[in-house]
């Protein structure tokens, strides 16, 4: 123990973390009907839905939206462990969103379906990867509170007389 202070007075809110990422599974499922909205609708490519059903899809639309808020939730609750097992939870957050991103990203190019329903897919899954690294992450930032006293340094002593030794 060096007797300084510790540099971070900080600790993490968990309370304000998991708000976070229910309001950041709101918007990735948001995220998730855009997407669909756009290529289906802009693009006239039938992701996850034959043709025949429009813009708005079928039941899939539904799924797909839950699929990425979930997604959002599981996110929050990997960076609330990182937040209690590791030094520098927000890169190590960073780095496996960005790979599991990869991989959904990757993985509806390997379908055999459509070109434009695969490219459309994967492109949604990196906006949706992308929502929620970036909003988990900064919000795991700035979901913090101040320590309590049980961390506070020990009071200054005051020394009257000085040291013996200058007399």
């Known amino acids: 123990m060096t007797g300084y202070p510790p540099s971070d007075r900080t600790e ?3 309370g304000r973390l998991w708000a976070g990422g229910v ?3 709101v918007v ?3 995220a998730a009907v855009v997407g669909l909205l756009i290529a ?3 693009f006239d490519v039938a992701v996850l839905a034959p043709k025949g059903n429009g813009i708005w899809g079928n039941a899939n639309t539904f799924t797909y939206a839950l699929c990425a808020a979930v997604a959002a939730l599981l996110a929050t609750g ?3 462990l990182l937040s209690l097992a590791t030094p520098a939870p927000g890169q190590f957050f960073t780095w496996i969103m960005v790979l599991v991103t990869a991989i959904a990203i990757v993985l509806p190019l390997t379908l055999t379906v459509r070109t434009d329903a695969k490219v459309a897919t994967a492109l949604i899954n990196l906006a949706i990867g992308a ?3 970036t909003l988990v992450g900064t919000v795991a930032a700035t979901a913090r509170r101040r320590r309590r ?3 506070a340094p020990a009071p200054t002593v005051k020394w009257d007389n ?3 030794y200058y007399s």
Do not use: E, F, S
């Open 12 to 14: 993490p809110d968990y």
């Open 23 to 25: 309001a950041t599974a």
């Open 28 to 30: 990735a499922a948001l």
């Open 40 to 42: 289906r609708g802009l």
């Open 78 to 80: 990997l960076m609330h």
């Open 131 to 133: 929502v929620i690294t």
């Open 149 to 151: 006293d049980r961390d």
């Open 162 to 164: 000085g040291p013996h």
